[in-house]
Nanobody, 126 residues
């Protein structure tokens, strides 16, 4: 059974940095064809943040985070990271990790992902 567990969220000030982690278990980590981060604010749709395909397959970012956030994976630790720099108040949301073992035609589309974590809250005060 696949489990994704996020950590690293918290309360920070605008301009600060945070690194989110998503630890995966239940499958060989390299078997995940794509992994992504999405975020959601209460009352709004969940939105894409960043994604990456299996090694060398490409990375993708929402325009709103491009240049500030970096997604990476460590296969040895079965973990995907989201380094968030220059945080803004509008980055405040619950951040979810997602994964799929099958080919994701559009890695930015949440419907391509089958496995989801429980989320970690990021709050940025201005």
């Amino acid at each position: 059974q696949v489990q994704l567990v996020e950590s690293g969220g918290g309360l920070v000030q605008a301009g600060d940095s945070l690194r989110l982690s998503c630890a995966a278990s239940g499958r060989t980590f390299s078997s995940f064809a794509a992994m992504g981060w999405f975020r959601q604010v209460p009352g709004k749709e969940r939105e894409f943040v960043a994604a990456l395909r299996r090694s060398g397959g490409g990375t993708y970012y929402a325009d709103s985070v491009k240049g500030r956030f970096t997604i990476s994976r460590d296969n040895a630790k079965s973990t995907v990271y989201l380094q968030m720099n220059s945080l803004k108040a509008e980055d405040t949301a619950n951040y979810y990790c997602a994964a799929t073992m099958g080919w994701a035609r559009d890695a930015t589309n949440q419907h391509e992902y089958y496995y989801w974590g429980q989320g970690t809250q990021v709050t940025v005060s201005s």
